[in-house]
């Protein structure tokens, strides 16, 4: 690995490096850039360092101090966040979707959230690009959308959950299919396909999963590009509307890195915590937020989910967890609520699913180990859900500390009246499908959440907005944000293929202005 | 005897193709857990057990998941980070906040401590808790049914579902690189998967488990 020193002032000094950071260093250093990423968690090696065990991989996720409150205050955790080299991709469910055209101009065509200044067309090529750098595994023909060309690689076979799902879905009436997977179901260099040992959210340990850790980053490497492990950013320095580098804590101390750029991507969190911790005199309000909308419209995406029990055996444990997925294309139908969702195949183990039989149905005791010896006979479908943008939800500083001395940050949500609405829809629908499959003992989960987003939103003008379409940021024109923070709005699939397509095109318009001198 | 699974021990795949060397050394790390207080005292750890107890009462016949261990261990470890829910403290200080509420509530309702309540009367207490119902000044930084739902569960059910016993007990295939599985489907399973017993005394099903390896 190529490494610079804190003197050289590098092009593009990255903040995190997952789907947005990781993807972005890859393709900046493949055009020449010189590159700097740094990420506050380590660079495991999975073959070596990675245990088949929910509770040793918890080192996989951002444990680091955080409050949360608000009317439902969030769960914090490995659903939504990541402290490792490929971030949180690095124990993603491999759910690979494109959002819906129509969700990109959500405001002016379906009337809720806030347009994005980036057009769906354009999105669909960066798209196929990130599909193909994954190399995901998907169907023929998907069964939504605007025509898109076969997946690189094939369908997976299906596990007994994700046949559940079709069954469930024929009965209905509504169309399914295979879920597009980053996960190899065929050699790819390195990567032997998939064994479905069915431990994908706690990190891949044979290396089929298609992440950043084993994508972009190696590209990243061979193009020359310094990944900086074990290194916690804590504040851009800026002198002027100029940044200038970051200090980042390393082996026990405090360094600056020079840098031309500075493009933060450490999550909807991390983000805007950086930006906030980061004011200065003539920013008092923290960096690239004269709007004063960083750390506004924090959005989380709804994943509740219906549970039942077959009389077969089911062993959901096998494989991806999500095999198989009907997107629910609901406001085609009439609704009384704005937002899309889809529900997808699942298979939680065995700490996940007490989990959600004490905390759906408050079960202890003997009741709760005996109905956890149904272990192999379950069933479940989980939404993956829009929330709509709310300013009252939002990430500010709490006064507290963490162990490097920096403030923490302050997670504050609550559902809105038409989250619940899409929510309870839901949940109607899965438990339809699961009456119609036989499944007994049906039950809801009514409180969970997954992915986040906004807190650095991107839009049209500097007064709407944090970036703009380019995700450089308005007030500091060398200050970037790349990564789900930029979302005005979340649509109702999983975020992580949309904020690799919007980090392609980034690199890209990047490269379109250093050739013009604008950078 | 596991009579859903008879004859199943996960911990048979160890040396297989089933578990690779970080899977054992955490596994390994976790059965070797100290069976004493580090983290609580011993006053806080009998009530810890105690709980322990009544939210998953482990059956007679094999060694129990030493739940309360694995607690201490993980507060000592990770008490001070992670989440917290307002208006709760740290993991660490919240449960050492609980059981001292929780004790108190016993000895104001039954005049003893709660590890010397009968089953049925500690049941009640924890099902007041879970209900929110106890109130008071010991409950003021840790709402009974917040910390109830929110870490009590939470953290009594990760050591005991993320303990081998209990991966026998319902049947998980556990630990599973580099081998993985081959049969997905309906109502089929691996040779290296536990089969079920279809009645009582099932023979078949306990001779397979034997053979899990």
Redesign the interface.
């Known amino acids: 690995m190529r490494e610079y020193s804190l003197d050289d002032e590098v092009d593009f000094l990255i903040i995190g490096t997952g789907a947005g950071g990781g993807t972005l260093a890859g393709r900046l250093a493949e055009m020449g850039f010189s590159v700097v990423a740094l990420d506050a968690g380590a660079y495991f090696r999975p073959l070596d360092d990675f245990a088949s065990d929910e509770t040793e991989q918890e080192k996989l996720y951002w444990n680091d101090r955080r409050i949360v409150d608000g009317g439902t205050p969030l769960q914090m955790g490995g659903k939504n966040s990541g402290k490792a080299v490929g971030g949180s991709m690095v124990h993603f469910a491999m759910v690979s979707l494109r959002f819906r055209p129509e969700w990109f101009r959500s405001r002016s065509v379906l009337g809720y959230g806030a347009d994005w200044p980036l057009d769906w067309r354009e999105m669909w090529r960066y798209y196929r690009e990130a599909e193909l750098a994954l190399a995901i595994s998907g169907p023929v023909t998907y069964p939504w959308g605007p025509k898109r060309p076969r997946y690189p690689y094939r369908a997976h076979e299906i596990n007994s959950a994700g046949r559940l799902l079709a069954l469930g879905a024929e009965a209905l009436g509504y169309q399914w299919t295979e879920t597009p997977l980053a996960t190899v179901s065929a050699p790819r260099g390195k990567s032997p396909p998939c064994v479905y040992r069915g431990f994908c959210r706690f990190g891949c340990s044979t290396n089929a999963k298609q992440s950043t850790l084993n994508t972009w980053i190696p590209r990243a490497l061979a193009a020359g590009a310094e990944i900086r492990d074990l290194a916690m950013a804590g504040r851009i320095e800026v002198k002027g509307d100029r940044a200038t580098g970051v200090h980042f804590h390393r082996e026990g101390a405090w360094h600056f890195q020079r840098a031309r750029n500075v493009v933060v991507a450490g999550y909807a969190v991390e983000t805007p915590r950086l930006l906030l911790n980061s004011a200065t005199s003539r920013h008092p309000h923290g960096l690239a937020n004269r709007s004063g909308l960083v750390g506004k419209y924090f959005m989380t995406q709804s994943n509740q989910a219906v549970f039942g029990r077959m009389r077969d055996e089911v062993r959901w444990y096998k494989g991806p967890p999500s095999f198989t997925i009907t997107e629910h294309w609901n406001y085609d139908d009439r609704k009384d609520f704005f937002g899309g969702y889809c529900w997808m195949a699942q298979g939680p183990l065995p700490i996940e699913w007490g989990f959600i039989q004490t905390g759906a149905r408050g079960l202890w005791g003997e009741a709760l180990r005996q109905d956890m010896l149904n272990y192999n006979h379950q069933v479940g479908l989980k939404m993956v859900g829009e929330t709509l943008p709310d300013a009252a939800n939002t990430v500010t500083l709490a006064d507290e500390v963490d162990q490097y001395g920096l403030r923490i940050p302050r997670i504050t949500f609550s559902w809105g009246e038409n989250d619940r609405k899409l929510i309870g829809h839901a949940i109607s629908e899965m438990t339809r499908s699961l009456e119609a499959i036989g499944a007994e003992d049906i039950f809801p989960q009514r409180e969970d959440a997954n992915h986040l987003a906004g807190t650095a939103r991107m839009g049209f003008t500097p007064e709407d907005s944090v970036v703009d379409a380019d995700c450089r940021s308005w007030d500091i024109p060398n200050l970037w944000v790349c990564d789900g923070s930029v979302f005005p709005t979340t649509g109702g699939v999983n975020p992580s293929l949309t904020i690799q397509a919007i980090a392609l095109r980034t690199a890209d318009r990047i490269k379109a202005m250093a050739g013009r001198g604008e950078l | 005897m596991n009579r ?1 699974f008879p004859g199943y021990d996960v911990l048979t795949k160890r040396t297989g193709p ?6 054992r ?3 390994d790390l ?1 059965l070797a857990v100290p069976r004493e207080p580090r983290f609580f005292s011993m006053a806080e750890w009998a009530v810890l057990d105690r709980v322990s107890q ?5 059956p007679p016949g094999r060694p129990p998941v030493p739940i309360a261990a694995l607690i201490d261990a993980k507060m000592l470890r ?1 008490g001070a ?6 208006p709760m403290p ?1 993991d660490g200080d919240a449960w050492k906040l609980a059981l001292a509420a929780l004790e108190a509530e016993a000895v104001m309702r039954h005049g003893q401590g709660f590890a010397a309540l009968d089953d049925r009367t500690a ?1 009640a207490l ?1 099902t007041a808790m ?1 209900k929110g119902e106890p109130a008071g000044a010991p409950w003021q930084r840790v709402p009974p049914g917040l910390f109830f ?1 929110k870490r009590l ?2 953290d009594i ?2 050591a ?3 303990h081998p016993t ?2 026998s ?14 049969r ?6 691996d040779p290296w ?2 089969a ?1 017993a279809k009645s009582e005394g099932d023979l078949k099903a306990y001779r397979h488990n034997r053979h899990v390896a």
């Open positions: 859903r089933s578990w690779n060397e970080a899977t050394q955490a596994v976790r009544r939210i998953i009462p482990q990770m980070a992670g989440t917290r829910i307002e740290w049941d924890l879970q739902a569960l939470p059910v990760e005991y579902y993320g209990a991966w007990e319902i049947g998980f295939g556990g630990p599973a690189s580099p081998r993985g599985y081959v997905l489907d309906t109502n089929r399973h998967e536990a079920e």
